[in-house]
Every structure is written in C-alpha cells, then in structure tokens.
C-alpha cells in the first residue's frame, strides 16, 4: 500500500511487518536461530512490525527517504529468510526428519474489556495498561488501538 507524503508516494509497511512478526512470534523458538545469527535481515520488520519498534520511530523521525529505504530492503530480506527456511527444510529431509506442522491452536479473539492490570491481549507479558491499554496506545496506521 501506498499513500502521498510531503508530495510523494511513500510505501506503507507496518501492516505487513506486523503480519510477519505475528509469524514469527508463533514459534519463537523456531525463529530465535535466525534472529540472533542475522539480525539485520529483521532490523525493519521489529522497527515497523513492534510496538517498541514503533517507540524506536517516533524518536528516529525518520526522513522519507529512510523510510522508503527501510520499504525497499523488505523485499530481500524477505527472500533471504526464505532462503534460510528452504535450506533447513532441505537438510532435514536429507537428514530424514519428517516436515513438521505447527500445531493449531484457537485464534486471537476480541478480547473484550480488559482490566488495566490484567495481561495484555496481544500477548507481549506486559500489562494492558503498559501496553496496548496506556496513554497514547495507538496502532501504527490507524490511530486507533491495535493488538498484534
């Protein structure tokens, strides 16, 4: 998506780095490897994608110009990390490993009111109030609140 800026056309990505460390944070485990190893690969998907990536953006400020540099580097580091995954999933069916399935599990529902004190929805261990549920706890885009 796009939309005009300053009298240009800039990319949005929040939403689709959001989407990825949503992915991610399902099996964090699985992911914790590549993280630690190339954490470049990943600097924009949690500078956009987290809620303290977007505290991060707010004191960054970044130009239009990083911002579309930031957009432009998706594209690669995507396919890097797929890279990555296709060659784990090669040596482990040469090593014999069955593919493995995520197991399923029930799907983050609208949580309804949630207590100041209690755990945040989103699943981040902090509490509603320091999380989605603070003073100025807005989504990225949106400007209203958001849970990941």
Same mark, same amino acid.
């Given at each position: 998506?796009?939309? =005009?800026?300053?009298?240009?056309?800039?990319?949005?990505?929040?939403?689709?780095?959001?989407?990825?460390?949503? %992915?991610?944070?399902?099996?964090?485990?699985?992911? *914790?490897?590549?993280l630690v190893s190339r954490p470049k690969l990943?600097? *924009?998907?949690?500078?956009?994608?987290? *809620?303290?990536?977007?505290? *991060?953006?707010?004191?960054?400020?970044?130009?239009?110009? =990083?911002?579309?540099?930031?957009?432009?580097?998706?594209?690669?580091?995507?396919?890097?990390?797929?890279?990555?995954?296709?060659?784990q999933r090669r040596q482990g069916l040469n090593?014999?490993?069955?593919?493995?399935?995520?197991?399923?599990?029930?799907?983050?529902?609208?949580?309804?009111?949630?207590?100041?004190?209690?755990?945040?929805?989103?699943?981040?261990?902090?509490?509603?109030?320091?999380?989605? %549920? %603070?003073?100025?706890?807005?989504?990225?885009?949106?400007?209203?609140?958001?849970?990941?």
């Amino acid at each position: 998506m796009e939309r =005009e800026h300053e009298g240009r056309t800039v990319s949005i990505i929040d939403e689709w780095c959001m989407g990825y460390y949503i %992915g991610i944070a399902a099996d964090m485990a699985a992911w *914790t490897p590549l993280l630690v190893s190339r954490p470049k690969l990943f600097s *924009t998907i949690l500078l956009y994608g987290t *809620t303290d990536g977007w505290e *991060t953006l707010k004191k960054k400020s970044l130009s239009a110009a =990083e911002h579309e540099a930031a957009a432009d580097s998706l594209a690669d580091c995507a396919q890097q990390i797929h890279a990555y995954w296709l060659e784990q999933r090669r040596q482990g069916l040469n090593r014999g490993d069955a593919p493995a399935i995520m197991p399923s599990r029930e799907p983050n529902r609208n949580p309804g009111k949630v207590g100041r004190n209690e755990p945040c929805p989103c699943g981040s261990d902090k509490k509603f109030k320091h999380c989605h %549920g %603070g003073p100025g706890a807005e989504g990225p885009s949106t400007g209203k609140q958001w849970f990941h």
